[in-house]
């Protein structure tokens, strides 16, 4: 599938997403560490995205009143927010729209006042490391299996 990445519209997560939301990124999981069944106990913020997520910023990504992808951030310290939850259906992968939502994500966090963004992602996800090398992150350290990674959002570095 092919889409006009002007086309696509980010918007807050609400409610009516929540089935469709979760699916998508459990559909990533499931792409990534195998089809496996997932259990709800692994992953319990998607059994209720909006309780989860009420004092974070919780966004998805829709072309054509379609559910495409996922992303969030919550606050990790003082200047600084976690994104979480990326993720973008399998057939539009490595089209735009992840960067389209790492940019959206990026700009929203730093209207809010952050000035840095970590996230991490699981060491044998190679085209996720990638993803987030190919746009300015740093890897910080990998600890368990887990690249953590950070963005300075002011200053010379941040350049999305």
């Not at 054509?64 to 976690?82: M, N, P, Q, Y």
């Not at 840095?116 to 740093?138: A, L, M, P």
């Amino acid at each position: 599938m092919s889409i006009d990445l002007n086309s696509v519209v980010i918007r807050s997560f609400c409610r009516d997403d929540q089935d469709v939301a979760k699916q998508l990124i459990y559909d990533g999981l499931s792409d990534n560490f195998g089809k496996r069944v997932y259990n709800a106990t692994l992953n319990p913020d998607l059994e209720d995205i909006a309780s989860a997520y009420h004092n974070a910023h919780f966004f998805v990504a829709c072309f054509k009143d379609k559910l495409i992808g996922t992303g969030a951030f919550i606050h990790e310290t003082e200047g600084v927010a976690r994104i979480v939850r990326m993720s973008v259906i399998r057939s539009l992968r490595r089209s735009g729209i992840g960067i389209k939502i790492l940019n959206f994500l990026i700009e929203h966090a730093k209207s809010l006042g952050y000035k840095q963004i970590v996230t991490e992602t699981t060491d044998s996800w190679k085209y996720v490391i990638e993803f987030y090398q190919r746009y300015g992150s740093e890897i910080n350290e990998v600890v368990n299996e887990e690249v953590h990674f950070s963005y300075n959002l002011i200053g010379p570095r941040y350049s999305y």
